[in-house]
């Protein structure tokens, strides 16, 4: 099969959409699958075999961090040249909205992908919250245009199914349950993470910094307990306003962590924190409990599907500093926490990224068929 894969994100960036399209990419090449990529040009020209066309990128002014393309006739023509058998629009808006596009006009099978919550985002960016219903329609009339659309959980699939998008089926999820396992634990690296103070327990936020991640949420947990410390390991537009908010606690900001840093660090910590409600799905999840970690969440549906409550983890009550307080409590009893590392690796070892890729793989020839 030869397979499209536009998207609006790809290497070297770091997020859950990438971590999801290379990790299904190596699975494609691994079998025989002949595999394009279009993407913002950020200096990669191949992953794993497969060619990978960048689009110049540019800089939006609500969002500076991160670069992205506008839709490009040069989609067209790399489309024309390639001869897909399929076209996967990974969460079009940008340049895979060109992707869109192009497919109805080739009239080759489309497939379009929903991962990051854009509309939800905008609660959060207030100046632009009036353009809510906007970019629904906006992102109604794209993915309504694909033979077959797929989304991150059960959740979100609820949600779009109201928001009017039609032929919507839910991916499962995945992670790597090599790089991500408790085997990486280091002595060092939780040195360094808890600068020197091994008696103090270290939750850690592994992700982009920006301000729909809620990561000012864990802030009164560390002014109301000196016991414990925090790992911020990511980057993004929030990270200095952040500083600046965990000025004076018991928190350590890494920037991004790779490889066999960063499963050393997932690897090293007594449990993760995820304040976010706003997610898709949220990959870093299954990757911290790969690692052995549980999951201290926001109770929201995509950590409810993800998260035994008690058992791989604790979900409590978003912006309820009781309720956070209560559930990060399970960190101090060692004989809880070890039983919970367990169920979470063994929760994790379900979700291997082949099965996944297979499943995506099966996707793509229902949208052939359907087509």
């Given at each position: 099969?030869?397979?499209?894969?536009?998207?609006?994100?790809?290497?070297?960036?770091?997020?859950?959409?990438?971590?999801?399209?290379?990790?299904?990419?190596?699975?494609?090449?691994?079998?025989?699958?002949e595999v394009l990529v279009i993407a913002p040009?950020?200096?990669?020209?191949?992953?794993?075999?497969?060619?990978?066309?960048?689009?110049?990128?540019?800089?939006?002014?609500?969002?500076?961090?991160?670069?992205?393309?506008?839709?490009?006739?040069?989609?067209?023509?790399?489309?024309?040249?390639?001869?897909?058998?399929?076209?996967?629009?990974?969460?079009?808006?940008?340049?895979?909205?060109?992707?869109?596009?192009?497919?109805?006009?080739?009239?080759?099978?489309?497939?379009?992908?929903?991962?990051?919550?854009?509309?939800?985002?905008?609660?959060?960016?207030?100046?632009?919250?009036?353009?809510?219903?906007?970019?629904?329609?906006?992102?109604?009339?794209?993915?309504?245009?694909?033979?077959?659309?797929?989304?991150?959980?059960?959740?979100?699939?609820?949600?779009?199914?109201?928001?009017?998008?039609?032929?919507?089926?839910?991916?499962?999820?995945?992670?790597?349950?090599?790089?991500?396992?408790?085997?990486?634990?280091?002595?060092?690296?939780?040195?360094?993470?808890?600068?020197?103070?091994?008696?103090?327990?270290?939750?850690?936020?592994?992700?982009?910094?920006?301000?729909?991640?809620?990561?000012?949420?864990?802030?009164?947990?560390?002014?109301?307990?000196?016991?414990?410390a925090l790992a911020i390991i990511g980057d993004?537009?929030?990270?200095?306003?952040?500083?600046?908010?965990?000025?004076?606690?018991?928190?350590?900001?890494?920037?991004?962590?790779?490889?066999?840093?960063?499963?050393?660090?997932?690897?090293?910590?007594?449990?993760?924190?995820?304040?976010?409600?706003?997610?898709?799905?949220?990959?870093?999840?299954?990757?911290?409990?790969?690692?052995?970690?549980?999951?201290?969440?926001?109770?929201?549906?995509?950590?409810?599907?993800?998260?035994?409550?008690?058992?791989?983890?604790?979900?409590?009550?978003?912006?309820?500093?009781?309720?956070?307080?209560?559930?990060?409590?399970?960190?101090?009893?060692?004989?809880?926490?070890?039983?919970?590392?367990?169920?979470?690796?063994?929760?994790?070892?379900?979700?291997?990224?082949?099965?996944?890729?297979?499943?995506l793989l099966e996707f793509y020839e229902a949208?052939?068929?359907?087509?």
């Amino acid at each position: 099969m030869r397979i499209a894969i536009v998207t609006e994100t790809f290497l070297p960036s770091t997020d859950g959409v990438v971590t999801r399209l290379t990790q299904a990419i190596k699975y494609f090449r691994t079998i025989g699958h002949e595999v394009l990529v279009i993407a913002p040009d950020l200096g990669v020209t191949e992953y794993e075999g497969a060619r990978v066309e960048g689009i110049k990128p540019i800089t939006l002014p609500f969002y500076q961090y991160k670069k992205f393309a506008l839709p490009s006739k040069k989609v067209k023509t790399l489309l024309e040249e390639f001869q897909p058998n399929i076209i996967h629009a990974a969460n079009p808006v940008l340049i895979a909205a060109s992707a869109v596009n192009y497919a109805r006009k080739l009239n080759v099978p489309l497939l379009a992908s929903y991962h990051t919550h854009i509309p939800k985002y905008l609660d959060y960016y207030k100046i632009y919250k009036p353009g809510k219903p906007i970019l629904w329609k906006y992102i109604r009339k794209l993915h309504n245009a694909a033979d077959l659309n797929l989304c991150t959980s059960e959740t979100i699939e609820k949600e779009l199914v109201e928001q009017g998008i039609q032929k919507l089926h839910v991916l499962q999820r995945g992670v790597d349950t090599v790089n991500h396992h408790p085997e990486f634990y280091s002595k060092k690296m939780r040195n360094r993470l808890t600068r020197g103070d091994q008696s103090k327990k270290l939750l850690l936020f592994v992700g982009r910094l920006a301000i729909e991640k809620e990561i000012h949420k864990i802030k009164p947990l560390l002014e109301e307990r000196d016991d414990i410390a925090l790992a911020i390991i990511g980057d993004g537009p929030a990270r200095n306003s952040l500083m600046q908010q965990f000025k004076g606690t018991n928190t350590i900001f890494t920037g991004f962590l790779h490889g066999k840093e960063l499963s050393q660090a997932f690897a090293s910590a007594d449990a993760f924190v995820f304040p976010s409600v706003t997610e898709t799905l949220g990959l870093v999840i299954l990757e911290a409990m790969a690692s052995g970690l549980p999951v201290i969440a926001a109770k929201s549906g995509p950590t409810m599907e993800q998260i035994r409550d008690g058992e791989t983890g604790v979900l409590f009550e978003n912006e309820n500093i009781e309720s956070l307080m209560k559930a990060v409590s399970v960190i101090e009893d060692d004989e809880t926490l070890q039983q919970m590392k367990k169920h979470a690796r063994e929760e994790a070892e379900k979700y291997a990224w082949d099965n996944a890729s297979q499943q995506l793989l099966e996707f793509y020839e229902a949208t052939i068929d359907a087509h």
